[in-house]
């Protein structure tokens, strides 16, 4: 073998090999020292280094490939500074929402500005804190609180966002109320079976998850299935027990109890009320006497006021005829014991004729100041 100055040349007796610059020379650094040096360069008459000061490297064709291979891979990179530069998405809102629907939107959101900055969130801690950092009201308190209990470093973005979920509306709920809502849900119009499909596949995980829910997992989708299509003051009353029946059969149990005790308490009321009318009958009228435009309380009332003017008619016609007339003159006959509309007299009592009598009749102001001035004259 014949050493140069950094170059291996192979001997007749080393078949397969080549020559390969030694790893710490390179050309092009050679070149760039040679003009910014103030040394002179060395000629090719300059004096070799001893052996020991240069290295032997003895590689083999592929090896040698390889290696020119490596450099060009780790070449500088070409690309540009808008290249290098993660993808910029508004940043979420403030979240203070007690809302499912609401949640969902926000945690997309905080999803898509992580997904766009890998660099800038690495790992499990960095996306948490930022998503914390937007959290507001209650769930900034809540969230402060939670932190101090557990370890951030072992704490991922999934437990993040089921805690907070956790937060808005509790496990056993919100199965409830995605069975609900599975119930009723229905492709729209202008929306393709895809996005259906998604949507129906997440009301479905939800409703069929075994968190948060006593029942075993087989049981658990038709257990919130029929607990959700109770009437709403039953599966109202069984949400707010805080523990709910263990099982199908208990359940139903359950329901049926609460049934009965309402339908009792209806009844009950329904008693209490009738009594209460029957007692304030006699004192008064009733509400129902009060407010009802009922034809028999019409008809019951118009006969009691006929009742009562003939009644009157009756009392005032008894009144006339027993009435003491020995008084009273009758200005026509002038006679005592009758009034002139009763007289039937064709004379009057010095025995001067006069007209006939107009019984019955109704004679104006202006009659009976003539009939009365008559009379005086026949008097006098």
């Not at 078949?15 to 610059?21: E, F, L, Q």
């Not at 030694?22 to 052996?51: I, R, Y």
């Not at 690309?79 to 940043?91: F, G, L, M, Y």
């Not at 997904?115 to 507001?136: G, T």
Request: with cysteine; aromatic share 6%.
């Amino acid at each position: 073998m014949v050493t140069t100055r950094g170059m291996t040349s192979p001997t007749p007796d080393e078949p397969g090999t080549v020559p390969v610059p030694n790893p710490g020379f390179v050309h092009e650094e050679e070149e760039a020292q040679d003009h910014t040096s103030t040394e002179p360069a060395q000629d090719a008459t300059s004096e070799e280094l001893p052996p020991q000061a240069v290295p032997q490297v003895n590689m083999t064709m592929e090896m040698l490939q390889a290696l020119i291979q490596g450099l060009r891979t780790t070449g500088p990179s070409h690309a540009t500074t808008s290249e290098r530069r993660d993808t910029k998405v508004p940043d979420p809102k403030r979240f203070a929402s007690k809302s499912i629907k609401e949640f969902e939107e926000w945690i997309e959101d905080v999803e898509n500005n992580i997904s766009s900055r890998p660099r800038s969130y690495p790992d499990e801690a960095s996306k948490v804190q930022y998503a914390a950092a937007w959290l507001d009201g209650d769930h900034r308190i809540q969230w402060r609180e939670k932190k101090n209990s557990i370890n951030l470093q072992s704490f991922t973005f999934d437990d993040f966002r089921t805690w907070l979920e956790d937060q808005i509306e509790s496990p056993q709920n919100r199965g409830i109320n995605s069975a609900m809502a599975l119930l009723s849900l229905t492709q729209s119009n202008g929306q393709d079976p895809e996005a259906f499909y998604s949507k129906f596949s997440i009301l479905y995980e939800k409703a069929r998850e075994g968190s948060g829910g006593p029942p075993p997992a087989e049981d658990l989708f038709k257990y919130r299935i029929f607990l959700a299509k109770l009437l709403p003051k039953i599966r109202s009353d069984i949400t707010r027990m805080g523990t709910l029946p263990a099982k199908l059969p208990d359940l139903i149990t359950t329901a049926q109890r609460l049934y009965q005790i309402e339908k009792q308490e209806r009844r009950l009321e329904r008693k209490a009320e009738n009594e209460n009318n029957n007692r304030s009958g006699g004192q008064g009228p009733t509400r129902n006497q009060e407010g009802s435009d009922s034809k028999p309380t019409r008809k019951r009332k118009y006969r009691s006021d006929h009742n009562d003017r003939e009644k009157s008619q009756k009392k005032q016609k008894s009144f006339s005829k027993n009435k003491d007339k020995s008084t009273v003159t009758c200005y026509r006959c002038n006679r005592t014991g009758h009034y002139a509309t009763e007289c039937k007299a064709t004379k009057t009592a010095e025995g001067n004729p006069i007209s006939p009598p107009k019984l019955n009749a109704t004679h104006t102001k202006k009659e009976k100041e003539t009939e009365k001035q008559s009379d005086k004259e026949q008097t006098q």
